[in-house]
């Protein structure tokens, strides 16, 4: 209420939480974990409430949370459990190519694994209605493949035969626009070029090493599924080098930027619920 939300001022929310005689910095402390979770918290009521249209999160640090007993490990299980939502779906954008993931935090084995048609036709189908709910109704999804050259028709591996191709097929015939398995040794370049709206990573680094290697500092994620707009650096807190002057502000610049940018066009509606969820 004491805010002026006025075009070129930046209002600041002090909760009064942290004693900044004994902040230490670059140190892991229980009130700063609180303090973090306690900002979250209040940054996720204002977006529930409709009083911001956007929430654009720092890093935060583990074993501060932790050290303040609070139970989830990160900002995604505390925006699911604030929002009661579940299946986030993350999307990296750089440069206006945008890549969503198939798997993420399992070992390579168990994402070749997860490579399945089921699964592959779910994420297809979040893929695109994660870009609607940002407004991108225009475009092609391109899916990427798993194996050197999508397989050569399982001359190198027979996923791409087995279950990609099926359901890039299936997707197809539901009226998504959507395209795959595309060599992931060019899909990406492609994205960049205009030509796909979007990529379907099949695994962690697939995705991550194409969109860092574009441009480290402003690749940014976006969080889709929560019934608010939430945009995030992808990088840690640097401890290492708190209080030196040597962090770099661009990545949280770019954070902000974008979601200023899609929140003009963002829908509340939750990806969780769809009903073609399997």
Do not use: W
Not at 83 to 112: N, P, Y
Not at 152 to 168: K, S
Not at 251 to 264: K, N
């Amino acid at each position: 209420s004491q805010g002026h939300y006025q075009v070129g001022t930046i209002d600041l929310i002090d909760l009064h939480n942290v004693e900044l005689s004994k902040l230490r910095l670059g140190e892991v402390q229980a009130m700063a974990g609180r303090a973090g979770y306690d900002y979250i918290k209040t940054a996720v009521s204002l977006a529930m409430a409709g009083e911001v249209s956007a929430i654009a999160t720092t890093p935060i640090n583990k074993e501060s949370l932790k050290a303040a007993q609070v139970n989830q490990i990160g900002h995604t299980e505390i925006l699911e459990e604030l929002s009661q939502t579940q299946e986030l779906l993350t999307m990296f954008e750089v440069k206006g190519m945008r890549v969503f993931f198939l798997s993420r935090h399992v070992s390579l084995r168990q994402a070749c694994d997860l490579v399945t048609q089921e699964r592959v036709l779910k994420y297809i189908i979040r893929c695109i209605e994660a870009l609607r709910q940002l407004g991108v109704h225009e475009g092609t999804l391109a899916v990427a493949g798993l194996n050197p050259h999508s397989g050569e028709h399982g001359l190198f591996g027979n996923e791409e035969v087995l279950h990609v191709e099926p359901a890039v097929q299936q997707a197809q015939a539901l009226g998504y626009n959507v395209v795959g398995p595309i060599g992931a040794d060019s899909v990406f370049h492609l994205a960049l070029q205009g030509r796909y709206n979007a990529v379907l990573s099949l695994y962690h680094d697939q995705g991550h090493i194409a969109t860092k290697t574009v441009d480290f500092e402003r690749t940014i994620s976006i969080t889709n599924g929560l019934p608010f707009l939430r945009t995030s650096v992808d990088h840690g807190t640097a401890f290492d080098i708190a209080g030196t002057g040597q962090a770099s502000e661009i990545s949280m610049t770019e954070a902000i930027l974008l979601a200023a940018q899609y929140s003009r066009h963002f829908t509340k509606n939750n990806l969780s619920s769809t009903s073609i969820f399997m």
